[in-house]
Protein backbone atom coordinates (compact mmCIF):
# COMPACT_ATOMS: atom_id res chain seq x y z
CA UNK A 1 0.00 0.00 0.00
CA UNK A 2 1.15 3.26 -1.38
CA UNK A 3 1.87 6.44 1.02
CA UNK A 4 -0.09 9.49 0.21
CA UNK A 5 3.08 12.33 -0.74
CA UNK A 6 3.49 14.71 1.79
CA UNK A 7 5.90 18.29 1.85
CA UNK A 8 7.31 16.73 4.46
CA UNK A 9 8.40 14.39 2.00
CA UNK A 10 10.29 16.74 -0.40
CA UNK A 11 13.89 17.43 0.75
CA UNK A 12 13.58 21.11 0.87
CA UNK A 13 15.94 21.63 3.62
CA UNK A 14 19.02 21.03 1.97
CA UNK A 15 21.16 23.60 -0.16
CA UNK A 16 18.46 24.72 -3.12
CA UNK A 17 19.91 24.40 -6.51
CA UNK A 18 20.78 28.20 -6.91
CA UNK A 19 23.02 28.18 -3.88
CA UNK A 20 25.18 25.05 -5.16
CA UNK A 21 25.63 26.80 -8.08
CA UNK A 22 26.73 30.06 -6.76
CA UNK A 23 29.28 28.00 -4.35
CA UNK A 24 30.23 26.10 -7.41
CA UNK A 25 30.97 29.56 -9.31
CA UNK A 26 33.15 31.29 -5.97
CA UNK A 27 35.41 28.41 -6.39
CA UNK A 28 36.46 29.10 -9.81
CA UNK A 29 36.55 32.77 -8.83
CA UNK A 30 33.84 34.10 -11.35
CA UNK A 31 31.58 37.18 -10.42
CA UNK A 32 28.00 37.19 -11.57
CA UNK A 33 28.68 39.26 -14.22
CA UNK A 34 30.86 37.06 -15.66
CA UNK A 35 28.52 34.08 -15.51
CA UNK A 36 25.63 36.30 -17.25
CA UNK A 37 28.11 37.13 -20.22
CA UNK A 38 28.92 33.41 -20.33
CA UNK A 39 25.44 32.37 -20.32
CA UNK A 40 24.39 35.31 -22.01
CA UNK A 41 21.71 36.48 -19.42
CA UNK A 42 21.48 39.22 -17.65
CA UNK A 43 22.67 39.85 -14.14
CA UNK A 44 19.62 40.57 -12.70
CA UNK A 45 18.45 36.92 -14.11
CA UNK A 46 21.62 35.54 -12.49
CA UNK A 47 21.34 36.82 -9.20
CA UNK A 48 17.38 35.58 -9.22
CA UNK A 49 18.48 32.10 -9.76
CA UNK A 50 21.25 32.40 -7.47
CA UNK A 51 18.99 33.09 -4.76
CA UNK A 52 16.25 30.41 -6.03
CA UNK A 53 14.07 33.10 -7.10
CA UNK A 54 12.07 31.11 -9.73
CA UNK A 55 9.49 33.61 -9.49
CA UNK A 56 11.24 36.77 -10.79
CA UNK A 57 12.16 34.53 -13.72
CA UNK A 58 10.36 34.52 -17.14
CA UNK A 59 9.17 30.72 -16.88
CA UNK A 60 9.91 27.28 -15.84
CA UNK A 61 10.97 25.73 -18.99
CA UNK A 62 13.73 28.56 -19.11
CA UNK A 63 14.58 28.04 -15.07
CA UNK A 64 15.51 24.46 -16.11
CA UNK A 65 17.59 25.56 -19.48
CA UNK A 66 19.26 28.48 -16.80
CA UNK A 67 20.14 25.70 -14.35
CA UNK A 68 21.86 23.02 -16.85
CA UNK A 69 23.72 25.56 -18.76
CA UNK A 70 25.28 27.26 -15.38
CA UNK A 71 25.96 23.68 -13.77
CA UNK A 72 27.60 22.66 -17.34
CA UNK A 73 29.48 26.34 -16.80
CA UNK A 74 30.75 25.36 -13.48
CA UNK A 75 31.78 21.82 -13.57
CA UNK A 76 28.22 20.35 -12.16
CA UNK A 77 26.34 17.29 -13.01
CA UNK A 78 22.90 19.06 -14.08
CA UNK A 79 21.08 15.70 -13.48
CA UNK A 80 20.31 15.93 -9.56
CA UNK A 81 19.88 19.56 -9.50
CA UNK A 82 17.21 19.66 -12.58
CA UNK A 83 15.50 16.77 -10.09
CA UNK A 84 15.69 18.67 -6.99
CA UNK A 85 14.34 22.03 -9.38
CA UNK A 86 11.63 19.83 -10.43
CA UNK A 87 10.60 18.77 -6.56
CA UNK A 88 11.08 22.57 -5.51
CA UNK A 89 8.56 23.30 -8.43
CA UNK A 90 6.28 20.59 -7.70
CA UNK A 91 5.44 22.11 -3.84
CA UNK A 92 3.54 25.13 -5.97
CA UNK A 93 3.85 25.66 -9.85
CA UNK A 94 6.63 27.96 -10.20
CA UNK A 95 6.19 29.90 -6.58
CA UNK A 96 8.75 27.70 -5.07
CA UNK A 97 9.01 27.74 -1.36
CA UNK A 98 12.54 28.16 0.09
CA UNK A 99 14.64 26.62 2.87
CA UNK A 100 13.77 29.78 5.30
CA UNK A 101 10.34 29.89 4.81
CA UNK A 102 9.62 26.42 4.53
CA UNK A 103 5.86 25.77 6.66
CA UNK A 104 6.30 21.33 7.42
CA UNK A 105 3.35 19.26 7.35
CA UNK A 106 2.66 15.83 9.16
CA UNK A 107 0.96 13.18 7.68
CA UNK A 108 -2.63 12.98 8.44
CA UNK A 109 -5.69 12.52 6.94
CA UNK A 110 -7.78 15.48 7.87
CA UNK A 111 -8.27 18.23 6.31
CA UNK A 112 -6.05 21.52 6.83
CA UNK A 113 -6.82 23.34 10.01
CA UNK A 114 -8.05 27.62 9.22
CA UNK A 115 -4.33 28.19 10.51
CA UNK A 116 -2.07 26.50 8.19
CA UNK A 117 -4.68 27.50 5.27
CA UNK A 118 -3.97 31.32 6.18
CA UNK A 119 -0.24 30.84 6.72
CA UNK A 120 0.01 28.64 3.63
CA UNK A 121 -1.89 31.69 2.01
CA UNK A 122 0.34 34.29 2.99
CA UNK A 123 3.35 32.69 1.95
CA UNK A 124 2.04 32.61 -2.02
CA UNK A 125 1.03 35.65 -1.98
CA UNK A 126 4.53 37.76 -0.52
CA UNK A 127 6.28 35.67 -2.79
CA UNK A 128 4.19 35.94 -5.69
CA UNK A 129 4.55 39.42 -4.70
CA UNK A 130 7.99 39.42 -4.69
CA UNK A 131 8.29 37.97 -7.82
CA UNK A 132 6.15 40.59 -9.54
CA UNK A 133 8.12 43.15 -8.33
CA UNK A 134 11.13 42.12 -9.43
CA UNK A 135 9.61 41.62 -12.68
CA UNK A 136 8.67 45.61 -12.72
CA UNK A 137 11.73 46.94 -11.70
CA UNK A 138 13.42 45.25 -15.46
CA UNK A 139 10.88 47.42 -16.82
CA UNK A 140 10.88 50.69 -14.48
CA UNK A 141 13.05 53.64 -15.78
CA UNK A 142 14.99 55.64 -12.91
CA UNK A 143 16.48 58.94 -13.00
CA UNK A 144 20.46 59.34 -12.00
CA UNK A 145 21.69 62.66 -10.38
CA UNK A 146 25.20 63.33 -11.18
CA UNK A 147 27.58 66.28 -10.43
CA UNK A 148 27.21 67.63 -13.67
CA UNK A 149 24.65 66.06 -15.47
CA UNK A 150 21.04 64.69 -15.12
CA UNK A 151 20.79 61.26 -17.06
CA UNK A 152 17.86 58.89 -17.41
CA UNK A 153 19.14 55.22 -17.37
CA UNK A 154 16.93 52.03 -17.80
CA UNK A 155 17.58 48.83 -16.53
CA UNK A 156 19.69 46.36 -18.86
CA UNK A 157 17.09 44.32 -21.30
CA UNK A 158 15.40 41.86 -19.91
CA UNK A 159 14.66 39.38 -22.02
CA UNK A 160 16.21 41.27 -24.91
CA UNK A 161 13.10 43.08 -25.76
CA UNK A 162 14.19 46.68 -25.79
CA UNK A 163 11.42 49.26 -24.38
CA UNK A 164 11.20 52.92 -25.63
CA UNK A 165 11.52 55.52 -22.71
CA UNK A 166 10.71 59.22 -23.15
CA UNK A 167 13.65 61.63 -22.23
CA UNK A 168 11.94 64.45 -20.26
CA UNK A 169 12.93 68.77 -21.24
CA UNK A 170 14.86 69.67 -18.06
CA UNK A 171 13.72 73.33 -17.46
CA UNK A 172 17.07 74.35 -15.60
CA UNK A 173 20.84 73.24 -16.16
CA UNK A 174 21.63 70.31 -14.14
CA UNK A 175 24.30 71.44 -12.47
CA UNK A 176 21.28 73.71 -10.50
CA UNK A 177 19.10 70.57 -10.02
CA UNK A 178 22.00 68.88 -8.80
CA UNK A 179 22.69 71.63 -6.01
CA UNK A 180 19.24 72.14 -4.94
CA UNK A 181 19.25 68.16 -4.51
CA UNK A 182 22.27 68.68 -1.93
CA UNK A 183 20.48 71.63 -0.37
CA UNK A 184 16.93 70.61 0.27
CA UNK A 185 16.63 69.83 4.22
CA UNK A 186 17.09 66.19 4.98
CA UNK A 187 19.57 65.63 1.75
CA UNK A 188 22.04 63.16 1.81
CA UNK A 189 24.08 61.98 -0.40
CA UNK A 190 25.76 58.59 -1.20
CA UNK A 191 28.96 58.20 -4.14
CA UNK A 192 29.88 54.95 -5.48
CA UNK A 193 33.27 54.04 -7.41
CA UNK A 194 33.41 50.29 -9.26
CA UNK A 195 36.55 49.13 -9.77
CA UNK A 196 35.05 46.46 -12.09
CA UNK A 197 31.53 45.65 -13.87
CA UNK A 198 28.63 46.49 -11.08
CA UNK A 199 24.92 45.72 -10.73
CA UNK A 200 23.39 48.52 -8.68
CA UNK A 201 19.47 49.27 -7.43
CA UNK A 202 19.08 52.49 -5.05
CA UNK A 203 15.47 53.67 -3.41
CA UNK A 204 15.30 56.55 -1.46
CA UNK A 205 13.01 57.06 1.88
CA UNK A 206 9.84 56.80 -0.31
CA UNK A 207 10.85 53.97 -2.17
CA UNK A 208 11.66 55.94 -5.34
CA UNK A 209 14.23 54.44 -7.69
CA UNK A 210 17.34 56.49 -7.95
CA UNK A 211 19.50 53.59 -9.83
CA UNK A 212 19.23 50.32 -11.27
CA UNK A 213 21.48 50.01 -13.94
CA UNK A 214 25.05 48.10 -15.05
CA UNK A 215 27.86 50.50 -14.09
CA UNK A 216 31.00 49.88 -16.09
CA UNK A 217 34.42 49.18 -14.96
CA UNK A 218 36.20 52.67 -13.66
CA UNK A 219 33.28 54.90 -13.33
CA UNK A 220 32.01 56.75 -10.81
CA UNK A 221 28.51 58.24 -9.56
CA UNK A 222 27.08 60.67 -6.84
CA UNK A 223 23.46 60.05 -5.97
CA UNK A 224 21.23 62.89 -3.43
CA UNK A 225 17.67 62.14 -2.16
CA UNK A 226 16.03 61.41 1.50
CA UNK A 227 16.94 58.60 3.43
CA UNK A 228 16.71 55.97 4.13
CA UNK A 229 18.06 54.22 1.25
CA UNK A 230 18.24 50.58 0.13
CA UNK A 231 21.24 49.29 -2.05
CA UNK A 232 21.37 45.90 -3.81
CA UNK A 233 24.98 45.62 -4.98
CA UNK A 234 26.23 43.06 -7.35
CA UNK A 235 29.94 42.00 -7.57
CA UNK A 236 30.37 44.06 -4.14
CA UNK A 237 33.73 43.00 -3.23
CA UNK A 238 34.55 45.79 -6.62
CA UNK A 239 32.24 48.55 -5.39
CA UNK A 240 33.23 51.08 -2.73
CA UNK A 241 30.39 52.83 -1.10
CA UNK A 242 30.80 56.37 0.58
CA UNK A 243 27.75 57.77 2.70
CA UNK A 244 27.89 61.42 3.26
CA UNK A 245 31.77 61.01 3.23
CA UNK A 246 31.96 58.57 5.33
CA UNK A 247 33.30 55.27 3.58
CA UNK A 248 30.77 52.02 4.23
CA UNK A 249 32.26 48.46 4.41
CA UNK A 250 29.81 46.00 2.27
CA UNK A 251 31.87 42.87 2.58
CA UNK A 252 29.41 42.55 6.35
CA UNK A 253 26.33 42.36 4.49
CA UNK A 254 27.79 40.55 1.34
CA UNK A 255 26.43 36.97 0.56
CA UNK A 256 27.20 35.34 -2.93
CA UNK A 257 28.86 38.34 -4.33
CA UNK A 258 25.63 40.39 -3.53
CA UNK A 259 25.40 43.25 -1.01
CA UNK A 260 21.73 44.13 -0.05
CA UNK A 261 21.89 47.05 2.83
CA UNK A 262 20.20 50.05 4.37
CA UNK A 263 21.61 53.14 4.64
CA UNK A 264 19.26 56.41 6.90
Same mark, same amino acid.
Given at each position: ? +? ?28 ? $? ?30 ? *? ?22 ? *? ?49 ? *??? +???? *? ?15 ? $? ?83 ? $? ?16
Amino acid at each position: M +SEEPSFDAIPLSHPAPGQLLAEAREARGWS $VDEVAMRLKFSTRQIVALEADAYGALPGATIV *RGMVRSYAKAVGLDPTPLIADLER *RLSVDPFTVVSPSMHVPIRESSKKPTRLYAALSSLIVLVVVALGAQWWLDG *RTR +STVS *RPATTQQQISPEEERES $VPAEVPIETAPASEMFTSQVMAPGNKRIELQFGAEAWVEVRDGDGKILMAQLNPASSQTALVGKPPFTLVIGNANSVQVRYDGTP $VDVSGVSRNDVARLILD
